[in-house]
């Protein structure tokens, strides 16, 4: 099976445009999150989709946003950008466990690296 | 606030050595899962570990859950190169959803 896979990879934008990361999840995995990661926060989680809803939000601004479509890929959303959210931005997707509960168990893609200047 | 203490954030050591890494909580977890992430490339699940008290091998990997599900410790015997990268501890809490919580991380060196 392929793994997650994210485009693009590298990203580079000024300050106050908005900014969009693509995500496809391994095929089967209907739960798709979203994670930022900096050397002085590590990982944090945004939110998490199931079935083209937001399940979960993390503690950020509403200028970070997401959906996820039909074929469960996903895209996040980051409007008027600011220094601050330069980080690696990592998607996970979960598989469906029986009874309808999907896995905590994560795979991770390999990261959008969004700089901001 | 990290819900998750890792301790050491640092440790170099030489192959062969043996090493201990420690993530603590005030907080119960539903189950807990160790990562290892490489330079450019997101984590790599190693193990997930749900009952308190659980213990699971990987290789020259031992992962241990505490009896209370509030901490974990990753024991690495006779350490190798290859097992350079940062180790992360995350966990999950039943009335959270699927939002894992994250350790900051241990960077770990191994020289040959």
């Known amino acids: 099976k392929a793994g997650v896979t994210q485009t693009p990879r590298y990203l580079i934008k000024t300050r106050g445009q908005q900014v969009t990361l693509s995500c496809s999840p391994i095929?089967?995995?209907?739960?798709v999150s979203w994670y930022q990661q900096t050397p002085g926060q590590g990982l944090q989680f945004l939110f998490e989709?199931?079935?083209?809803?937001?399940?979960n939000k993390g503690n950020f601004p509403g200028r970070f946003s997401g959906r996820q479509f039909s074929n469960s890929r996903s895209e996040m959303n980051v409007s008027t950008l600011e220094l601050g959210d330069s980080a690696l931005y990592l998607c996970?997707?979960?598989?469906?466990?029986?009874?309808?509960?999907?896995?905590?168990?994560?795979?991770f893609g390999p990261g959008t690296r969004l700089t901001v200047t | 606030t990290q819900l998750l203490e890792q301790s050491p954030q640092f440790l170099s050591i030489q192959e062969g050595e043996n090493l201990t890494v420690y993530c603590n909580s005030s907080?119960?977890?539903?189950?807990l899962q160790w990562y290892r992430q490489e330079p450019g490339e997101g984590p790599v699940l190693l193990v997930t570990?749900?009952?308190?008290?659980e213990v699971k091998k990987l290789k020259r990997l031992t992962f241990q859950f505490g009896d209370a599900r509030k901490d974990s410790s990753l024991h690495i015997t006779a350490a190798q190169p290859g097992d350079t990268g940062l180790y992360l501890c995350?966990?999950?809490?039943?009335?959270?959803?699927?939002?894992?919580?994250f350790g900051k991380g241990t960077s770990l060196l191994v020289t040959p």
């Open positions: 095929s089967g995995h209907r739960s």
């Open positions: 995350a966990g999950a809490h039943s009335n959270s959803g699927y939002a894992l919580n």
């Open positions: 570990v749900v009952t308190g008290g």
């Open positions: 989709y199931f079935s083209e809803t937001q399940r």
């Open positions: 996970a997707s979960s598989a469906q466990l029986a009874g309808g509960k999907s896995s905590y168990e994560q795979y």
């Open positions: 907080s119960v977890f539903s189950s």
